[in-house]
């Protein structure tokens, strides 16, 4: 039986409103407390607005030891696992895009299958390998794991995008004088450019706060993520709720800024 | 094109094709869809490369070439004019990779959009154009090359029908005004007709005829070609010779001429060469379709449908009996097994 469609859209409305509350609700305190003064992170119970604005805590927390070079590594650690997953994944996601080879199809699945093994479970392993090579404790071997993280999501979202440019326009570029590379870079890397700056953003993010890799392989050269995460147990709440915000606050914007790439990326094909 | 053959997988999509196309002639690739014209043209481009048999072009033998080293220019169907760059940009493409002068580029740019009434649109992007518009920018593109060949594919399709009129006409007094040699695939035989100088007609991987607009119209060398080039269509009856008269189902026709052929053979005759009259084969009428100039009449003779072109005031109504007399010069043979025309 079909139910009405006032009350169906009332039910969808609900739940919708239910999912957005669950995520938002939490940002908010960590938002508003990040923003108040350490007291008022203390009292309880919580005042729902913003009663007392001050910057002392978001002072108390960049202010702490380690916090601005992790957050500098974080940055580091996160470009450089954006230039190493598009720089792999690109390609394949354009090879995914416009050739029709042998596996193809099963290439793809390996792509997503990558993403079954469980970081916790493969980092121990990574950890040991790089004491061998040199690469613990380096902002470099971070770089690798993340890249290997984000690279099934890179090389999918590229392959989307390239599919959307239409093969006829490097054609006719190579018609015009063009060979197949400067048909790509002159015709199909301008029109893919929004799409790749949305998966290198997301490959930022998806680096930015990744916390077991990060806190496994280093030991002085931590990112963000991982010096919170070690540091949970002993720091105040107040240093919690900054970092929290600091963690959170580029995914949030990355997610206002991208909402409409994303939702043709993933609801286009 | 000397044995140009070209297979996707097991595919064929090209068998053996042969191809002469005289300097500045308009020949146009016709064919249903499926036909290997497009992968004919792709070929001829460069964007294919063929299993066997080779390409010449002006007596260079470019087989082998790249794209860009073949001195082509081409129309896609969807137009691929790029969106990124404005009209002036998109024209001027080929000429800045070939790194022509930047003067020569501005006057040649212009010359190819004054010759396509473009210059007011020339700082517009490709969003902002229609169709037609779109379709002028890719074929100026083309056009400003100064290419050996010009390859056009189904440049007319994405327009509608009264845009395509006009877009058609244009093409052609484009072609007489640049006397540029030009290959053209279409699917349309109202386009092949009224467009090209010569007419390959392909089927099935080969170019099954070659010749003159009209030669092919009134000559089909197949029955496939008969049945693909009018509208509508020649009308075809399946019989054999007895004595001097071709024999089907429920007909009899009494032949002047009687063609030089035993056993199954087939009827070819078109719309505009039956006449309903007085005296000539029985008919039932099934269908009237008036077309404002003329009106198509189908009927049933013996136990087959043939349609026929009447004055649109011949006032006959579905199920009256009539005759049909048949313009016998007119009347085409082929061998009903192999389907090919008997001379």
Same mark, same amino acid.
């Given at each position: =039986?079909?139910?009405?469609?006032?009350?169906?859209?009332?039910?969808?409305?609900?739940?919708?409103?239910?999912?957005? @509350?669950?995520?938002?609700?939490?940002?908010?305190?960590?938002?508003?407390?990040?923003?108040?003064?350490?007291?008022?992170?203390?009292?309880?119970?919580?005042?729902?607005?913003?009663?007392?604005?001050?910057?002392?805590?978001?002072?108390?927390?960049?202010?702490?030891?380690?916090?601005?070079?992790?957050?500098?590594?974080?940055? @580091?650690?996160?470009?450089?696992?954006?230039?190493?997953?598009?720089?792999?994944?690109?390609?394949?996601?354009?090879?995914?895009?416009?050739?029709?080879?042998?596996?193809?199809?099963?290439?793809?699945?390996?792509?997503?299958?990558?993403? =079954?093994?469980?970081? @916790?479970?493969?980092?121990?392993?990574?950890?040991?390998?790089?004491?061998?090579?040199?690469?613990?404790?380096?902002?470099?071997?971070?770089?690798?794991?993340?890249?290997?993280?984000?690279?099934?999501?890179?090389?999918?979202?590229?392959?989307?995008?390239?599919?959307?440019?239409?093969?006829?326009?490097?054609?006719?570029?190579? !018609?015009?004088?063009?060979?197949?590379?400067?048909?790509?870079?002159?015709?199909?890397?301008?029109?893919?450019?929004?799409?790749?700056?949305?998966?290198?953003?997301?490959?930022?993010?998806?680096?930015?706060?990744?916390?077991?890799?990060?806190?496994?392989? !280093?030991?002085?050269?931590?990112?963000?993520?991982?010096?919170?995460? !070690?540091?949970?147990?002993?720091?105040?709440?107040?240093?919690?709720?900054?970092?929290?915000?600091? =963690?959170?606050?580029?995914?949030?914007?990355?997610?206002?800024? =991208?909402?409409?790439?994303?939702?043709?990326?993933?609801?286009?094909? | 094109?000397?044995?140009?053959?070209?297979?996707?997988?097991?595919?064929?999509?090209?068998?053996?094709?042969?191809?002469?196309?005289?300097?500045?002639?308009?020949?146009?690739?016709?064919?249903?869809?499926?036909?290997?014209?497009?992968?004919?043209?792709?070929?001829?481009?460069?964007?294919?490369?063929?299993?066997?048999?080779?390409?010449?072009?002006?007596?260079?033998?470019?087989?082998?070439?790249?794209?860009?080293?073949?001195?082509?220019?081409?129309?896609?169907?969807?137009?691929?004019?790029?969106?990124?760059?404005?009209?002036?940009?998109?024209?001027?493409?080929?000429?800045?990779?070939?790194?022509?002068?930047?003067? /020569? #580029?501005?006057?040649?740019?212009?010359?190819?959009?004054?010759?396509?009434?473009?210059?007011?649109?020339?700082?517009?992007?490709?969003?902002?154009?229609?169709?037609? #518009?779109?379709?002028?920018?890719?074929?100026?593109?083309?056009?400003?090359?100064?290419?050996?060949?010009?390859?056009?594919? /189904?440049?007319?399709?994405?327009?509608?029908?009264?845009?395509?009129?006009?877009?058609?006409?244009?093409?052609?007094?484009?072609?007489?005004?640049?006397?540029?040699? $030009? %290959?053209?695939?279409?699917?349309?035989?109202?386009?092949?007709?009224?467009?090209?100088?010569?007419?390959?007609?392909?089927?099935?991987?080969?170019?099954?005829?070659?010749?003159?607009?009209?030669?092919?119209?009134? &000559?089909?060398? $197949?029955?496939?070609?008969?049945?693909?080039?009018?509208?509508?269509?020649?009308?075809?009856?399946?019989?054999?010779?007895?004595?001097?008269?071709?024999?089907?189902?429920?007909?009899?026709?009494?032949? /002047?001429?009687?063609?030089?052929?035993?056993?199954?053979?087939?009827?070819?005759?078109?719309?505009?060469?039956?006449? %309903?009259?007085?005296?000539?084969?029985?008919?039932?009428?099934?269908?009237?379709?008036?077309?404002?100039?003329?009106?198509?009449? $189908?009927?049933?003779?013996?136990?087959?449908?043939?349609?026929?072109?009447?004055?649109?005031?011949?006032?006959?109504?579905?199920? /009256?009996?009539? &005759?049909?007399?048949?313009?016998?010069?007119?009347?085409?043979?082929?061998?009903?097994? $192999?389907?090919?025309?008997?001379?």
């Amino acid at each position: =039986m079909r139910l009405p469609y006032a009350v169906d859209r009332a039910l969808v409305y609900a739940v919708a409103l239910l999912l957005a @509350a669950w995520v938002l609700v939490p940002l908010y305190f960590i938002g508003l407390a990040a923003f108040s003064t350490p007291d008022a992170a203390y009292s309880y119970p919580k005042a729902l607005l913003p009663v007392a604005p001050s910057a002392e805590t978001m002072r108390f927390f960049l202010d702490s030891r380690g916090v601005v070079s992790s957050i500098v590594n974080s940055f @580091a650690v996160a470009l450089l696992t954006i230039v190493i997953a598009l720089l792999l994944g690109a390609p394949a996601g354009y090879a995914l895009a416009r050739f029709a080879f042998r596996g193809r199809d099963a290439f793809a699945v390996l792509v997503l299958t990558t993403k =079954m093994f469980p970081i @916790a479970i493969l980092s121990i392993p990574l950890a040991v390998t790089f004491l061998q090579l040199g690469l613990y404790d380096s902002i470099v071997g971070v770089a690798l794991v993340h890249s290997a993280m984000a690279l099934p999501f890179v090389i999918l979202v590229t392959s989307g995008v390239f599919v959307a440019v239409s093969h006829e326009l490097e054609e006719a570029a190579q !018609t015009l004088g063009c060979s197949r590379w400067t048909a790509f870079l002159r015709v199909a890397l301008p029109l893919a450019l929004p799409g790749l700056a949305a998966a290198a953003i997301f490959t930022f993010v998806i680096s930015w706060n990744e916390a077991f890799a990060s806190t496994i392989l !280093t030991l002085r050269s931590r990112t963000l993520p991982a010096l919170v995460l !070690t540091a949970l147990d002993q720091s105040p709440i107040t240093f919690k709720f900054a970092g929290g915000f600091v =963690m959170a606050a580029p995914a949030i914007a990355f997610i206002f800024l =991208m909402r409409r790439y994303l939702l043709n990326l993933w609801g286009g094909r | 094109m000397r044995g140009v053959s070209r297979s996707f997988g097991r595919t064929p999509a090209l068998r053996t094709v042969d191809l002469d196309v005289h300097d500045g002639e308009f020949m146009v690739l016709l064919g249903p869809s499926g036909c290997g014209k497009t992968t004919l043209l792709r070929t001829i481009a460069g964007l294919e490369r063929p299993d066997a048999g080779a390409i010449a072009i002006g007596g260079r033998d470019v087989t082998s070439l790249a794209p860009r080293d073949r001195n082509i220019a081409m129309v896609f169907q969807s137009y691929a004019v790029f969106p990124h760059m404005t009209v002036r940009a998109n024209i001027g493409f080929g000429l800045r990779m070939r790194r022509t002068p930047k003067a /020569e #580029q501005a006057r040649r740019v212009a010359d190819a959009a004054a010759l396509l009434g473009l210059e007011a649109l020339l700082e517009r992007f490709p969003g902002q154009l229609s169709g037609g #518009q779109r379709q002028r920018v890719a074929v100026a593109r083309a056009i400003v090359m100064d290419a050996d060949v010009m390859l056009m594919d /189904e440049p007319l399709s994405n327009l509608d029908a009264l845009l395509r009129l006009q877009a058609r006409a244009d093409l052609k007094r484009l072609h007489g005004e640049v006397k540029r040699t $030009t %290959i053209y695939v279409t699917h349309d035989q109202v386009e092949a007709m009224s467009m090209g100088d010569r007419i390959a007609v392909m089927g099935d991987g080969v170019i099954v005829q070659c010749d003159l607009p009209m030669a092919v119209y009134d &000559h089909p060398a $197949t029955q496939f070609v008969g049945g693909f080039i009018g509208s509508p269509p020649m009308n075809f009856v399946r019989g054999a010779m007895s004595d001097s008269a071709f024999v089907a189902e429920g007909v009899r026709l009494r032949l /002047e001429r009687p063609p030089r052929a035993g056993g199954e053979i087939v009827m070819g005759v078109r719309a505009e060469h039956l006449r %309903i009259g007085a005296e000539g084969l029985p008919a039932d009428v099934l269908v009237v379709e008036p077309l404002g100039s003329h009106a198509l009449v $189908t009927v049933r003779v013996g136990g087959v449908p043939v349609k026929i072109e009447a004055p649109v005031d011949i006032g006959l109504r579905p199920d /009256e009996r009539i &005759h049909v007399a048949v313009d016998q010069a007119r009347i085409r043979w082929m061998d009903a097994a $192999t389907g090919t025309a008997i001379r």
